[in-house]
């Protein structure tokens, strides 16, 4: 497997959780990539909606996030642990997903215990220690594992822009960069500059995604060649573009620019250009284009296949089972059909984000000894969903069921799915069939959205 490169650019607007999430909701291209994770996380907080949004300012455009909760739900260090661990399990992140975003959240504790001179198990976390962290570090774990970009990947990161002056928080008035975010560059050497904005722009968490991912600190983003690119916008209006990017790419720096590099004076950073969106063939087939997509979820994937004749049935299940379990496809199907000189054979499709086709084409080759894949580029039009919690009272105890929500584009409800895993714990508990329990479930479901 050839190694990547992926560059991230904070020279300009610095990073946080929720930039860096929407940079790889744009690189994936998949509008709703997000939502098993903020669906993991309504058992803790039902209130939580988050939201992708396209967005452009000049030559940038790319996405940025809109996430509402309850900011009285707060962790512990110990509770966000158990939570981080808990959501990796039911998303089946893999060892080293989990193991990047319990790192990414050591580096946020270490920080403000070094900052507050405080123990880790006495720390009392403010703005860290909400849900929306948690959606940040699982987040980002489970984007970088569906874009393969956890495994055979160098990460560079250019110098980060932290902000300048001072910013209120729940500590009160600190000044840029705060001691957490502070204690973390200083921790991994890790080169900045003010930059141009007159408040913060690189927070704990982004600090601390940032340093869990970067392997190599270069100057400038010179020397990097862009191959496809994600841009997450942050969410306040600043005088400067307000935008981080994450880009896949080949490398030609110098050797000499390493994780240790020392800081340095303030530079100008250097701009990549930004690819400009294909052109449609005609005016016709864009406006054609543009009113269909009008009220759907529209979104770009790659369809993958092909044929075997002379595969065993293990192999392909276990393919089969490969792809969806490390989360790199959306949906895997093998058709029984007839081939060449009348042979019986499979078809194997394969679904997946345009970023997946070379991992995906290398599992096929390998696993089933086909000498080649055909691939085609798809447009989709989703039913607009959405994910909502239901309580259900059952002989005085309750049980929260999350259920996704799917609609037509008049609003009106096409479809109500109880996640099945939280009706199979429900029918355990209560010994009430599975059969029974979805009746109830969608009563309630329709009661809380018409």
């Known amino acids: 497997m050839s190694k990547k490169h992926v560059l991230i650019d904070v020279s300009t607007a610095g990073a946080s959780g929720d930039m860096f999430l929407a940079a790889l909701v744009d690189l994936i291209g998949e509008e709703d990539n997000l939502l098993p994770v903020a669906a993991s996380l309504l058992i803790y907080d039902p209130t939580l909606r988050v939201k992708t949004v396209p967005r452009s300012s000049g030559t940038n455009t790319g996405c940025h996030l809109e996430v509402s909760h309850d900011q009285s739900v707060r962790f512990s260090p110990s509770s966000m642990q158990r939570v981080i661990k808990e959501v990796a399990e039911e998303l089946e992140l893999s060892k080293k997903a989990l193991e990047f975003a319990s790192n990414a959240f050591n580096e946020i504790l270490q920080a403000e ?30 984007l970088l594992q569906s874009a393969d970009l956890l495994d055979d990947t160098t990460f560079y990161s250019t110098k980060a822009a932290v902000g300048n002056g ?10 840029v ?7 973390i560059l200083l921790a991994h050497d890790v080169p900045f500059h ?3 904005a007159h408040t913060e722009v690189l927070t704990p968490t982004g600090a601390a995604i940032l340093v869990t991912l970067a392997d190599v600190f270069v100057e400038s983003a010179e020397g990097f060649i862009p191959m496809n690119q994600g841009a997450g916008f942050g969410i306040r209006e600043l005088d400067i573009p307000n935008v981080m990017r994450i880009i896949i790419g080949e490398a030609e720096f110098e050797e000499s620019t390493t994780k240790e590099a020392q800081k340095t004076e303030p530079s100008t950073p250097t701009a990549i250009e930004t690819k400009e969106p294909t052109t449609p063939t005609t005016s016709e087939q864009a406006e054609e284009r543009k009113k269909m997509q009008e009220g759907w979820n529209a979104d770009e994937v790659i369809v993958i296949e092909t044929n075997v004749d002379d595969t065993d049935g293990e192999a392909i299940g276990s393919v089969f089972d490969l792809l969806l379990s490390e989360g790199l496809a959306y949906d895997v199907v093998v058709i029984p059909a007839f081939g060449k000189k009348n042979r019986p054979c499979f078809v194997v499709k394969v679904i997946a984000p345009k ?6 084409a290398e599992i096929l080759i ?26 259900l009272e059952i002989d005085d105890k309750e049980f929260m069921v999350r259920v996704k929500v799917s609609r037509a584009l008049d609003g009106s409800i096409i479809n109500i799915k109880p996640e099945a895993d939280d009706v199979l714990k429900v029918a355990k508990e209560t010994g009430i069939s599975i059969r029974e329990l979805k009746p109830r479930i969608a009563l309630q479901a329709h009661a809380i959205t018409e």
């Open 355 to 360: 970023s997946g086709l070379k991992t995906i």
């Open 166 to 175: 001072t910013i209120q928080t729940e500590h009160g008035l600190l000044d």
């Open 113 to 142: 215990s070094r900052a507050h001179e405080v123990p880790i198990d006495k720390l009392h976390l403010h703005e860290t220690g909400s849900i929306d962290t948690v959606l940040d570090l699982v987040g980002t774990a489970y």
């Open 366 to 391: 390998r696993h089933l000894g086909t000498i080649g894949i055909r691939y085609t580029n798809w447009e989709r039009l989703k039913a607009v969903r959405e994910t909502i919690v239901c309580k």
């Open 177 to 183: 960069p705060v001691p957490a975010v502070k204690e």
């Open 194 to 196: 003010p930059g141009d």
